[in-house]
């Protein structure tokens, strides 16, 4: 079952050109700030998206590494990174996509004379022919 939260260990390692974080248990998730304030806001993105992408694949989802086993290397500052799934998910799923389309130039020249949002319209289209709402 999905979970709605996860709260993972990261550690940041501070120095003159930013910020890199690193999630112990994520391997490949590596986000990085020249701020705290964007560090915190991409560490949180970047864990949404790399569980995310676990979830998509049916990856097993590690629990987190207790922070007494966690040792950074020198400077590295231990810290927690939360996130809220249902959003992550809901903002993949409902992202847009660019699709090409061929008609006849006469119906293009037709639906351009009357401002048509072609993108409404093949929406429209779409769901009625896939009887969605």
């Not at 050109?17 to 304030?37: A, M, V, Y």
């Not at 660019?98 to 093949?122: G, H, Y």
Request: aromatic fraction near 10%; proline fraction near 8%; charged fraction near 25%.
């Amino acid at each position: 079952m999905k979970r709605d939260y996860y709260t993972y260990p990261a550690i940041f390692y501070y120095d003159e050109d930013g910020i890199s974080i690193e999630f112990p248990d994520l391997p490949g998730c590596c986000p990085c700030g020249k701020t705290e304030d964007e560090a915190f806001k991409n560490a949180t993105e970047a864990l949404g998206v790399h569980l995310f992408g676990m979830e998509l694949d049916g990856d097993e989802i590690p629990a987190p590494t207790p922070y007494r086993d966690i040792h950074p290397e020198d400077g590295g500052v231990v810290t927690t990174v939360r996130v809220y799934m249902p959003s992550i998910r809901l903002a993949k799923v409902n992202r847009s996509v660019t699709r090409t389309i061929t008609l006849p130039a006469w119906l293009n020249a037709a639906a351009m004379e009357r401002n048509v949002n072609f993108s409404q319209v093949l929406q429209d289209a779409l769901k009625q022919q896939l009887h969605l709402q």
